[in-house]
């Protein structure tokens, strides 16, 4: 015997997402089945919203609602432009509280082990920020793993022809991990003690 | 900081979830994010039909599609009808494979400290069925801890007095815990070894 199709459905979808496993889907379904309509339907529409209403910033490329985004028009620092893998990894660094430059979001960093080379970066961009004048550092902060070292040595060499000043956040974030998961004291401690690549 | 409205929406409404904190609900809004659009409507479209389409069975107040549900349709022994708590212990009994018969979900169990009595639970209609005649046997399984002991006590207590035989699943199942997270041979002894209350 199995669940009701329906259940069984949602079961299936939500085990799509990551982190959640057969009996973690399980669990979330029959919550949601006991959860009261109204609640249902806010999370449906916040998912919606998210698909609809989420677009990437022109200039840095960090997820957005209004374009440029609200750090790109805000009043930051643009002579410095800090470098990150992944959108997350802005709120990872906003967070920290000590940097109040610019962003630039690469989405993904380089790994020729998945095929993602140069071209599948926002490189290009990146460096017409800086061809555009007015920027005095860069910071690489792609993440502290094999994959963000490799693309933080491969941005540098691309970027100090250019004139600009390029760093490296230092190595406080604990090697191995993600961006998304550092605490603040960390964050704070790596952009802190960035070094000259 | 923070993260644009639609985001920061979509991470509240997750972070309602059991079992998901504030980094799972942020790692599962920009999972949302990235994913290809038919995904995320696949996923809003089974929150929707669950909340449609499924409904509790008017005979044993299971959740199901079709009414009766599948269960109490299909070729079952009804000399014998298994009590549970909740609709995900149906389908932890089922996977034992060891029990033939009917089922009846009580939607909770007695607990005076959260004001849940007698009233509260489908304790009338499992009475009515048990009264209309033709049941042998009542097994109870409520859950292994002291609302689901109580609860069974209880149902004895009302049930012995009808002719019909009373019995509780063996043991076997973790004390402490929830029938929802019983392994299959566990759920098969406790099947198996279950005694006369």
């Known amino acids: 015997m199995n669940h009701p199709e329906p259940i ?16 973690g889907a399980q669990r979330l379904a ?6 009261p309509r109204e609640e249902a339907d806010r999370l449906v529409e916040a998912v919606r919203d998210v698909k609809d209403r989420i677009t990437y910033c022109s200039v840095c490329n960090n997820v957005t609602d209004v374009d440029p985004c609200a750090l790109c028009n805000g009043d930051r620092d643009r002579r410095i432009i800090c470098v990150v893998e992944e959108p997350p990894n802005v709120m990872a660094i906003e967070r920290g509280g000590e940097f109040k430059g ?3 979001v690469l ?3 380089l790994s020729p082990l998945q095929g993602v080379g140069p071209d599948d970066l ?9 061809e555009a004048g ?4 860069v910071i690489l902060a792609t993440n502290p793993n ?9 941005l540098a060499r691309l970027l100090k022809p250019l004139g600009v000043r390029v760093t490296r956040i230092a190595m406080g974030v604990p090697v191995g991990s993600d961006l998304e998961y550092a ?4 964050m704070h401690k790596a952009m802190e003690g960035r070094r000259e690549v």
């Open 8 to 23: 069984a459905r949602l079961i299936d979808e939500l085990q799509r997402l990551p982190g959640i496993g057969r009996k």
């Open 30 to 35: 029959f919550h949601i089945l006991r959860t």
């Open 102 to 104: 610019a962003y630039h």
């Open 107 to 109: 989405m993904g960093a």
């Open 122 to 130: 926002k490189i290009r961009s990146l460096l017409a920020r800086v």
């Open 134 to 137: 007015g920027v005095e550092e």
């Open 146 to 154: 094999v994959e963000g070292e490799a693309t933080a040595i491969y």
């Open 183 to 186: 605490d603040e004291v960390t």
